[in-house]
């Protein structure tokens, strides 16, 4: 009998650990520029679940290197909760594909949490051009072929990406004016004036904007509620592959699916608090708050998309 008792306390010690857990304050890597829409909505999420759970969730921003630092740091975490990461999809998939010596493997380093937030992205071009649909844009660049010019933040951001898309899936030809992070406010004016006259804007750099510039389309398989009269891309291009920037917390690889449940759970709650919901109304970011075998579909999913849409351009990496 006390044989079997030792032997049951021994099986019950790691979900008792589990259940007690977080034990100390949790720290997270964050690659979200200070003050970004990513960084604000992690700040208010962290700030409830702190709340929440009875300790500290300290947020260590670390967004250089193209998550290089994140990664460092995580692999000398212990896998046990208390350090996770919190970044884009452009880290963790399209680094995957467009940049060489990335110091990590998202399907080997890192296990699921939660995707907390999504950013649609918008079509839009300056309203120094008398185009005012995506079908009066790819007629006017196939009848002047290079002619347009559309901006980003450099070689495999997004943005970048959505323009070689756009590209790809209209048959169309248009130069690439790759801007460093360091100078997106002159980007912005840039694209604003009709310099370089098309952007990819998530909404809330394209409202303040309206009127000088013009949205065409959403890169999405349907129209957004706060936008409703623009039109998602795929009703101009049916094959177009849409791909969303979103924001989720990751673990260290071995790190126990009933911590990260846990972590998500508590993530998910601190979404549906009023005061967060309408800030992120506020950064025109949506809520999502999945459950870790959801973010691990979508991780899957984008792996697959980005790097068929990768191989069909043909971009290298740099």
Not at 36 to 53: E, I, N, P, Y
Not at 196 to 214: E, I, Q, T
């Amino acid at each position: 009998m006390m044989r079997r008792t030792v032997s049951l306390i021994a099986c019950l010690a790691p979900a008792l650990a589990w259940a007690q857990f977080p034990t100390k304050p949790i720290q997270v890597i964050s690659t979200a520029s200070p003050g970004s829409s990513g960084d604000v909505a992690l700040r208010m999420v962290a700030t409830k679940m702190s709340a929440a759970m009875g300790h500290p969730v300290i947020v260590d921003v670390r967004p250089a290197a193209r998550g290089a630092q994140m990664a460092q740091a995580l692999a000398k975490a212990a896998p046990d909760g208390h350090t996770i990461t919190f970044g884009t999809s452009g880290t963790y998939v399209n680094a995957r594909f467009l940049f060489k010596n990335v110091s990590f493997d998202i399907l080997r380093d890192f296990v699921p949490i939660s995707l907390t937030v999504r950013s649609p992205t918008y079509v839009a071009i300056a309203s120094t051009l008398p185009i005012r649909t995506l079908a009066e844009l790819i007629d006017f660049a196939k009848k002047n072929p290079g002619k347009i010019e559309y901006a980003s933040t450099g070689a495999g951001s997004v943005f970048h990406l959505a323009g070689e898309s756009l590209k790809l899936y209209a048959g169309i030809d248009m130069l690439h004016v790759p801007y460093a992070q360091a100078n997106f406010g002159q980007m912005i004016n840039d694209w604003v004036s009709g310099r370089v006259p098309l952007y990819f804007p998530a909404y809330g750099f394209l409202a303040p904007n309206l009127g000088k510039v013009r949205p065409l389309a959403v890169l999405a398989t349907k129209r957004t509620e706060r936008m409703p009269d623009v039109p998602a891309v795929v009703e101009t291009l049916p094959q177009f592959q849409t791909f969303d920037v979103w924001w989720a917390f990751f673990a260290p690889a071995g790190t126990p699916a009933e911590v990260c449940e846990k972590i998500a759970d508590e993530s998910r709650a601190a979404l549906k608090f009023p005061d967060v919901l309408a800030r992120l109304d506020q950064l025109a970011l949506t809520p999502v708050g999945s459950t870790p075998a959801e973010l691990d579909a979508e991780l899957k999913r984008d792996l697959a998309t980005v790097g068929n849409l990768v191989r069909k351009i043909g971009l290298k990496p740099e």
